[in-house]
Antibody
């Protein structure tokens, strides 16, 4: 069974750093792209970027380029999303999701990680 | 970047009735269009891909149609569990994977 299990909710202050994780199981983690999707409170879905864990090839949405860093550790089947300096506007639910093929939708999703940034 | 526009923003439907949701792309995405369902407090779930192919385990009352720039998701007879927010997503312009703004299907 394919599963994506994300790390738990985080409460941070503005200016702090953060790295959240997404662990894949039940499939060949290195063979499929993993994406990150933001959902701000009461809002829609926004694609942030994707990574191919096999070689760490990473692509970013122009809206998020330079704002976050996506990485992966294939030895432990885990993808990451990190911030170096959080802002209040980063408060959101963040989902990881797996693509079936390169040009394909997200067929499996993690449960989401809620990030709250508040002073 | 391709912009995906969904309409209406909210659709009020009685149980058992048909619901028709629309999604328009700012340029052609061929048939590389997916629909997702999201219920409160849950992650999105893939319903339709390739504009018209149901994902595994999705009931036959969900159907998708369209190609190019105009797409439709139809729920033939709404069940109580279908009241949710629905998003379309284009993946033709990979790696850009833009979503529409969503349509909330609520009980009338």
């Amino acid at each position: 069974e394919v599963q994506l299990v994300q790390s738990g909710a985080e409460v941070k202050k503005p200016g702090e750093s953060l790295k959240i994780s997404c662990k894949g199981s039940g499939y060949s983690f290195t063979s499929y792209w993993i994406g990150w999707v933001r959902q701000m409170p009461g809002k829609g879905l926004e694609w942030m970027g994707i990574i191919y864990p096999g070689d760490s090839d990473t692509r970013y949405s122009p809206s998020f380029q330079g704002q976050v860093t996506i990485s992966a550790d294939k030895s432990i089947s885990t993808a990451y999303l990190q911030w170096s300096s959080l802002k209040a506007s980063d408060t959101a639910m963040y989902y990881c999701a797996k693509q079936d093929l390169a040009v394909a939708p997200f067929d499996y999703w993690g449960q989401g990680t809620l990030v709250t940034v508040s002073s | 970047e391709i912009v995906m526009t969904q309409s209406p923003a909210t659709l009020s439907v009685s149980p058992g009735e048909r619901a028709t949701l629309s999604c328009r792309a700012s340029q052609s995405v061929s048939s590389n269009l997916a629909w997702y369902q999201q219920k409160p407090g849950q992650a999105p779930r893939l319903l339709i891909y390739g504009a018209s192919t149901r994902a595994t385990g999705i009931p036959a009352r969900f159907s998708g149609s369209g190609s190019g720039t105009e797409f439709t998701l139809t729920i033939s007879s709404l069940q109580s569990e279908d009241f949710a927010v629905y998003y379309c997503q284009q993946y033709n312009n990979w790696p850009s994977l833009t979503f529409g703004g969503g349509t909330k299907v609520e009980i009338k």
